[in-house]
């Protein structure tokens, strides 16, 4: 299905694809041409919630099904996703301005994802335990320990990877048992339905999901507090977040949240390697990823040396627009570049220079580095999501360690040096989920756990973790 000017996607809600009962609809324009790509339907509250009902009652039989049974229809799903990659690349490109290469990738990535996820479901069995292994026990008892799914899971994907990171929402929820309802950005549900579509066409029965396209303001609340959620899965800013767990009441969380990555970069670096790393992790599809470096926090005594190095290497990022495979593109939309440029003039107000870049077209923000900036400064602090990166002179790892843990923040951190064993030590300090090591901060591999601290996020991904947090245990105790 290719998409064709001004054309009407319809939505899987009771069980079929459908329009909304108001005939209501969403424009999705394109980022940088601002041109019209299709419509989805805006669905109403009362018609979702009849939905959900359908899909709340669906997840039983689903989860009599046989995880082999399941296994075949994700490896199919996995399969589509391939074979219509292109496709569906070029919809993400069109949707969130993303460069074509980038945005194919992340749907032949998703397929990786979705049967990895069959292999590790696959491998997680119950236990078995025995009442005399504890003092005081008896060997009579005899405690059956199996995963059971949580019922329906609530995925609220986010736009700048609308396929991947919706899928390993959608993928494990679906693989041990659970129903889903999918809430995809708005700007990115276009891409979010033919995900869908794909997996349908691979065998899923329709009404085990609910796809609610619409606004956040209108349908999110409504979402977050429906009775039939048994669980939500959340990718998107800090606020947002925040707002969710204050909503959802007794309901389990996995929430992934803002970051202000730093970069640490000790006297004893590899300079090139560095410099290397920072530009890729700082400004990959313009900065619009919560994992990018967001600021330098480099010592004195090679800051000059790395400045050249990075500069040069900002100089030569291709700007321009997705279809061009440019690294930087615009901006989702006019009020993010509206705010990584407050964050610009912020800067240059109190006394940073600007290296490379504040430059401005419509929603195109030109890569920028910032030196000398201070702690007072917006941009130290605030998450930009944006091709802006700021440089904070050091003078001694322990200054790198203080002001990196005063962040709000708290998902990743790089740090390089050539002391292995000091950077072990460095990372025991740093209050993040993970320290990238002579490297840039990144998701992945998709196995490993994925985890921030504080306001960036609650709970913990990763393939294995992400399929543990959708099922409970369920003990029987056989007495002898």
Not at 141 to 153: Q, S, W
Not at 279 to 295: E, L, M, N, P
Not at 346 to 358: E, I, W
């Amino acid at each position: 299905m290719t998409i064709t000017t001004h054309q009407a996607f319809k939505t899987l809600i009771h069980g079929e694809w459908n329009e909304s009962q108001s005939k209501a609809t969403i424009e999705i324009n394109s980022p940088h041409k601002n041109d019209l790509i299709g419509s989805v339907p805006s669905l109403s509250q009362e018609e979702l919630n009849d939905s959900i009902e359908k899909t709340v009652a669906a997840q039983d039989q689903w989860a009599q099904t046989s995880l082999q049974e399941r296994a075949e229809i994700l490896n199919k799903w996995a399969d589509i996703l391939e074979e219509r990659q292109e496709d569906i690349g070029e919809t993400i490109m069109q949707e969130v301005a993303k460069k074509k290469s980038s945005a194919v990738s992340e749907v032949s990535r998703t397929a990786d994802y979705i049967r990895h996820t069959v292999e590790d479901a696959l491998r997680i069995h119950g236990e078995v335990m025995r009442g005399d292994s504890f003092k005081g026990g008896s060997p009579s008892k005899i405690g059956m320990v199996e995963k059971e799914p949580l019922g329906t899971i609530l995925a609220i994907g986010p736009f700048n990877y609308p396929v991947n990171l919706s899928a390993s929402k959608v993928a494990p929820a679906l693989m041990m048992g659970n129903s889903v309802i999918f809430k995809p950005a708005t700007q990115g549900a276009i891409s979010g339905i033919k995900m869908i579509e794909a997996l349908i066409d691979a065998g899923l029965p329709k009404s085990l999901v609910t796809l609610a396209t619409g606004r956040g303001s209108v349908i999110g609340d409504y979402l977050v507090q429906h009775p039939g959620v048994d669980m939500i899965t959340f990718t998107g800013g800090t606020g947002t977040g925040r707002h969710i767990a204050q909503l959802s009441t007794m309901v389990p969380l996995v929430l992934e949240l803002g970051g202000k990555d730093p970069a640490i970069v000790l006297n004893d670096a590899d300079l090139d390697k560095a410099a290397e790393e920072i530009v890729a992790g700082a400004y990959s599809y313009s900065g619009q990823r919560c994992t990018a470096i967001k600021r330098v926090l480099v010592q004195d005594e090679v800051a000059d040396q790395l400045v050249e190095r990075i500069t040069n290497k900002v100089k030569s990022l291709k700007v321009g627009m997705p279809e061009d495979n440019a690294v930087i593109t615009p901006l989702i939309n006019t009020k993010s570049a509206d705010f990584v440029q407050s964050l610009i003039d912020d800067a240059k107000n109190q006394g940073a220079s600007v290296l490379v870049g504040d430059k401005r077209e419509d929603n195109l923000i030109y890569p920028t580095l910032l030196d000398h900036v201070t702690s007072d400064m917006k941009v130290a602090w605030e998450e930009p999501f944006g091709p802006v990166l700021p440089i904070i002179r050091i003078s001694n790892e322990n200054e790198a360690i203080e002001l990196s843990n005063q962040s709000d923040y708290g998902l990743q951190a790089s740090v390089f040096t050539k002391d292995t064993e000091n950077a072990m030590k460095i990372a025991d300090k740093l209050k993040v989920g993970s320290v990238q090591i002579n490297a840039k901060t990144e998701r992945g591999p998709d196995h490993f756990p994925f985890l921030g601290v504080k306001g960036s996020g609650l709970g913990v991904q990763g393939i294995r973790n992400s399929l543990l947090s959708v099922v409970r245990d369920k003990v029987k105790i056989l007495n002898m």
